[in-house]
Structures are given as C-alpha cells and as structure tokens.
C-alpha cells in the first residue's frame, strides 16, 4: 500500500503535512509518496526520525496555491506537488492521494487526471459531519452546483457505499434535504430524485430538514453541492460563535474560571465530539482512484487520520462496489461493461 | 391602528395568542380584532382583565390545522380564522394580520386573498435570525424553492427596506448567500442576481458564505427559499443540538450545578442573543398588506412583539417605498403607476 501525499498542500505545509506523514508510516503498514519540492521535504525529513524505507519524496517544483485558478492551474503548472501527485496515482505509482491544496485544484485535477468511475455522471466532494450520534456524511458539499435528480441518485448511492465500508455503518440511513419532510415537497428536482431515491438498493428514509442534521437522524445527507456547501459553512460558522461565546462566559473573572474547572470533563466531552478530526478529510467520491481532500488548516493529526482514512478506503474496495451499484441504477457504463 | 390576530393560530392557541393580544392592547396604541370562534375566545377573555373598547372578537367557525393543504384549506375553509382575517385585511378593516397558523396556507391566502405590491413577482417569507451583532433578516426562507435573477433582486430592495424602517438600521449592509465570497462564484442564477443587485440602490456588500452569517457579517441573507430554509433550519438544529449539550455539562453532579451558577449571568446573556423573540414574527414581504407569521410554539410574549412589529410595519409606509423602489427597478408596474 502506497499513499502519495500532497506535501505542499495547506496553511502548515510542509511542516504538519510530513510529521502526519511520518507518524501514518510508522503506524500504518503502508509507504508514503511525499510530492513538493525535494530540498524542502528532505530537510524537513531530516528534522525528525522517521522510517526512510516506508518515506519517499517526488520532486516537484510547483506549488498551487489557494489564489490560483483552478483549471488553469492543473493545465499550466504541470510540475506542481498536486499534478505530479494525481498524475502517479492516475499511473497507479500509488494506491491514493492525499492533498490539502487548492479544494477547486484538487476538483478539477481529479477529474481530468484521474477521471471518473465509469458510469458516474458527476464526482462530489464529501466531507464528514459531527452529530450528536457520531458523524454523517455530506454529499455533494461543493463540487456541483447545479445538479440533476439522477446525480442525487447517484450521491446517495456513492455516499451509502461509502459509509458503510469505511466508516463500518451496517445500513447507513440515507436522506435527501428537503423543505419539509413529506414526500412531494421541494422543487421539480428534489421531487424526482425523491422518486429516483425511493427505488435504489439503499436505505432511503425519505427527506430530511437541515433541523434534523445535526441531531444524526442520518448518516449519508444528499444535496447539490449549492446546499451542500451552505451547511457544511454554515454548521463551521454557528460552532465558531459557540465556541467564543462559550470562552467569554468562562472567561470573565476568577469564578467563572472556577466554574470552567468544575465542567472541564464535560466541556472536553462536547469539544471531542465537535471534533471530526479522527474521521480524516473528504472523499472526491466518483473518482476512480482514492483522492481525500484534507482541510486546509489542518495539523498533523489530521493528516495522519487522512492517510488511514485512505487506507481503508483502498482496501474496502469502495471504488468497485460503487461501479457496480451504479451500472445497476442506470448509470451509462457501456465502456466498463463492453 | 387596528391589527387583527388570528386568534386561532398556533400550538398554544387561542390561550396564548390572547394573552399577547390583551397586553399589546393595554401597552400599545392600537386595537386588536381576534378572530375565530367566538364562545372560545370570549370564555379566556372573560379569565382575563383587558381593556373591553380595545379588543373585539369577530366570528370564524373554521380552524385552519398544520395538516391541511395549503391552497386546498383557503378555498374550502372560508370560515376560518385565518381566511376571515385575511379578507378583513383586504378591505381594510384592519391595518395588519397576524397569525401563528400553518405557514403555507398563510402565503397562498395573502397571495391569493390580500394580493402582491404591484410589481413584485415573488413575495417571500422573512424571518429574522440571531446573530453575534443583532439579527439579519433571511429573504426567503421557504416560499419559493426556485427563483429568478429578477426574484432576488427583489428579495434585496424588498429586505433592505424592511430592515432599515421596521428594525431601525442606517444602511442595511445586504449578502447573496453564495459558496465563494469572489464575484463570479456560484451556479447561472446566482451570478446573474449578484450583477442585478451589484447596481441596485442598495447598500450590496456581494456574496457571502453561510459561514459568515452567525457573526453578523449582513443585515439582510438574500438567497432562494430552498437555501433559506436550510439556513433557517439548520440554525435551529445547531441551537437545540449546543442547548442540549450545555445543559447536561451542567446537571451531572453537584460541582457542575454550582458551576452553572457561577456563570449564571453568562449563560443568561448568550440565552437573550439567541432569543429572537422581541423582533417578532416573520413578515410577508411583497404582500400588499402587513402580515406576520409567528412561529407556531410561541407564547404570549411572542404575540405581543409581533404585533408591535406589524404596527411599526405599518406606521412607516414599508409597502410603499417596496412598492416604488421595485418599480424604480425593473418591476412590471404598469397598473399601478397607471
């Protein structure tokens, strides 16, 4: 197993990008493929003790960065740490790629690059969300902003095959956000993708209103990637007012510092579950070959579990199940079956 | 100032809608017209001690429920509470309506019975949220699941002035909800309202994430009612998920209680900012008459508030600056500057 990492990717590359990668290489009986600039990595590398046999580095001398333009960036700077990366993973040098860089680059460069799965219409980014019962997974959170009743289908059909292999959720309970929770609501597309979703070899529960989110009513929430992307922010934006709230009741003289002891175990329980570091980053699901995007202000932690979280995605065979189901619900799949 | 109030509307109705009602006629200048069935009404009232020249009753025999149709219930229940007010609002009877009752039935009644400002296409339903500098105003969230460039539009001159006259800010700073704060973000119809509003006289800052609404970063959310009716939701979720959580780190043992008392005052402050309850319902916006939605489990506070809101709604002309900004702005409003 061969996991090739972006290491010039995020706000702390390639510091927090190598000490994640060095932790998964010792841990994980897998190697990792550190693409960047080589002097940069090996001195970095250098820095640290690290299994040399299970760390390799790719020279590449471009780094794209969050201000670049998506698909002119994958065309022109050809020998960036992300190209170079998605490149090997595309010539099967490396089983996934992990990257933290450009979400849009990242979009973009797996889809000309690698490609999709054969009968998959649009790949979506999918990123896992804290709930009261654990995490759901959101999909699509960006990649499509226009989306067709079939390419719901089809989110819901990657996201359920997805949870269950690499999350290990026996029947994961699928739902389509809707205005109201009745069938028959919604748009002309939300309702034939109701219809669509009805009928497809998953555990369809019907719509759901963004209100049941975050208490865990499912576990697979399908949107385009409009909505998507409004409550994936919108979920950071309300955690960040909490949090600075909660800090400035806490803060304000000695007995609220008291206070902050006497419920430490409690507010630590709470920030652990708010915490979705441990599930790793976003799949690119659609994409035929492991691609995860990793958050952009992410610490080494995150990276380690992003690479574990590739791992398992690999070794599930994620990708093939999802091929299949899809060639079975109507996806056009003349080529992989012929 | 004569405000009716279905008196028949909302989970803890007519008891509590009553007693907002009967406090609003004692503090405000302004009658108020409760309908629906009479016997009922007057037996809470008789509990009560109200100023009897201030509060009248006007008979409806019908109650409109939560599981009614929408446009099915306006046309069958004419002798609701609902439809009897609304009808009394057209003919100004009354200056304002104001219900708890099902949502739906109420936009497709005030459409249907009361009528649009000239020149509006879409009225929508707006509610105010809470956030780290105040409330901002979402326009829509949830009457029209598909719009138009032009509708948005709209939604941004109709909020701007609803917030600069009814909640008293200078120059309400206006956001298009948008995955990307760059112009030239999102999918055809969002791209296409940003150059609308861009030049409309308003004060438009461009798109904003959802991340930015709960600190407050805009006075008035534009998006469509399918996107604002997650946000809407979504927010509560997130609230009823932190509310939850909060409470069971402070009711373990005898310490935490203790800590809940040190920061009581805290707590308390954070509790009134995310308490909306004394801006009111939600208004009607592009409606040619004021009404209210109040959020069906409001009690009696909430009622009062509401109706303060539909007076002041009234006292500053709101319909009629909509009415000449929107025709000032591409609106079709031949018949009435005919």
């Known amino acids: 197993m061969r996991i090739i990492v972006d290491a010039m990717g995020g706000d702390h590359a390639p510091k927090e990008v190598i000490l994640g990668s060095i932790q998964a290489a010792r841990e994980l ?13 090996e001195a970095q590398l250098k820095k640290e003790e690290y299994p040399a046999d299970k760390v390799h580095v790719i020279n590449a001398d471009e780094i794209i960065t969050n201000e670049d333009i998506p698909t002119r960036a994958i065309k022109v700077k050809k020998d960036s740490s992300m190209v170079v990366g998605l490149k090997m993973l595309k010539r099967k040098e490396g089983d996934a790629f992990v990257s933290a860089g450009n979400t849009g680059a990242l979009l973009t460069g797996s889809l000309l690059l690698v490609g999709r799965i054969k009968g998959v219409d649009r790949p979506a980014l999918t990123p896992l969300l804290p709930t009261e019962k654990g995490c759901a997974l959101l999909i699509d959170a960006g990649a499509n902003t226009n989306c067709r009743p079939e390419n719901l289908l089809q989110f819901g059909i990657m996201g359920s095959t997805y949870m269950k292999n690499v999350v290990g959720i026996k029947n994961p309970r699928v739902g389509l956000v809707n205005v109201g929770s009745e069938e028959g609501k919604g748009n002309d597309v939300i309702k034939a993708a109701f219809s669509l979703l009805k009928d497809a070899p998953i555990s369809f529960i019907g719509n759901i209103e963004a209100r049941e989110i975050p208490a ?9 990637g409009f909505v998507g992307n409004v409550i994936l922010k919108l979920m950071e934006g309300m955690g960040l007012m909490f949090y600075s709230n909660v800090k400035e009741i806490f803060t304000k003289n000695i007995f609220t510092y008291l206070a902050a002891l006497m419920v430490k175990s409690g507010l630590k329980n709470f920030n652990k579950k708010m915490d979705y570091t441990e599930y790793g980053g976003a799949p690119l699901l659609g994409i035929d070959g492991v691609v995860i995007k990793v958050h952009g202000s992410s610490k080494a932690k995150s990276f380690y579990y992003a690479i574990k979280q590739a791992k398992k995605f690999v070794e599930t065979g994620v990708i093939d199940e999802i091929r299949s189901y899809v060639c079975r619900t109507g996806g056009d799949c003349v080529e992989s079956n012929g």
């Open 216 to 224: 865990g009513a499912v576990d697979v929430i399908v949107c385009d």
């Open 29 to 41: 009986d897998a190697e990792i493929i550190l693409t960047g600039k080589k002097e940069i990595i």
